[in-house]
């Protein structure tokens, strides 16, 4: 089946904007996490999501950060008075139940200018 | 806290074996995974190590030591497609979140 999808690929924007990103995890993953990867360094953690309830956001850099999950499939990430230092990839990962293989997105690489 | 090192780049030959190492520091370990990543994509995964030993899987192979903290992940017969970073990540907690080292870029010359 298809794999774990996100939109925007690339995402521009000016400091101080909110924007939204998204994640469509594999089909009947009940697990999904988005982590953030800047140059050079391996993906960190955000947030993790059992279903419709964030069972972990310890990862969140501040409270600009956001997500949602409230199907418990389609997950948005929001970010709100975007700051230079939000730039990076940010991936989301889906795994059929929380102690399987994560599987990542292609990820959305955000620019704030 | 929990720290995760791994050399930063290394060079092979196509058709060598090269051995990327890990070390990890961590609490509640549940298991060490190896990703690869290509530029400007998804991490891929490739193996998973839970208990000590390795694990083979093709041309790749991995092991684990969780009294010494450490794994290491082999490829054999090094194609040229095989250049690209290879993420280890501790996996820890009851989310099972990834905590990944900061890569190793292997480049394969001809």
């Known amino acids: 089946g298809a794999g774990v999808s996100q939109t925007p690929s690339n995402k521009v924007t000016e400091k101080g904007k909110y924007v939204e990103l998204r994640c469509d995890p594999i089909s009947g993953h009940t697990a999904l996490y988005w982590y953030r990867q800047s140059l050079g360094q391996g993906p960190e953690f955000l947030i993790y999501f059992q279903g419709t309830g964030a069972a972990d956001d310890s990862g969140l850099p501040n409270d600009r950060f956001f997500a949602v999950r409230p199907e418990g499939s389609v997950s948005t990430l929001k970010i709100q008075r975007t700051e230079r230092g939000d730039s990076a990839v940010y991936l989301c990962?889906?795994?059929?139940?929380?102690?399987?293989?994560?599987?990542f997105g292609p990820g959305t690489r955000l620019l704030v200018l | 806290g929990q720290n995760i090192d791994q050399p930063t780049e290394m060079t092979a030959t196509e058709g060598a074996i090269v051995q990327i190492n890990c070390t990890y520091q961590?609490?509640?370990?549940?298991?060490l995974f190896w990703y690869q990543q290509h530029a400007g994509e998804a991490p891929t995964f490739l193996s998973y190590n839970v208990l000590d030993g390795l694990e083979e899987k093709g041309r790749f192979s991995s092991f684990l030591s969780r009294s010494k903290g450490y794994s290491y992940l082999l490829l054999k017969e090094l194609q040229m497609k095989d250049s690209a970073s290879y993420l280890c990540?501790?996996?820890?907690?009851?989310?099972?979140?990834?905590?990944f080292g900061s890569g190793t870029q292997l480049t394969v010359l001809p």
């Open positions: 990540a501790v996996s820890k907690g009851s989310a099972r979140q990834l905590t």
């Open positions: 990962a889906s795994s059929l139940h929380v102690q399987e293989t994560q599987y």
């Open positions: 961590t609490s509640g370990f549940n298991g």
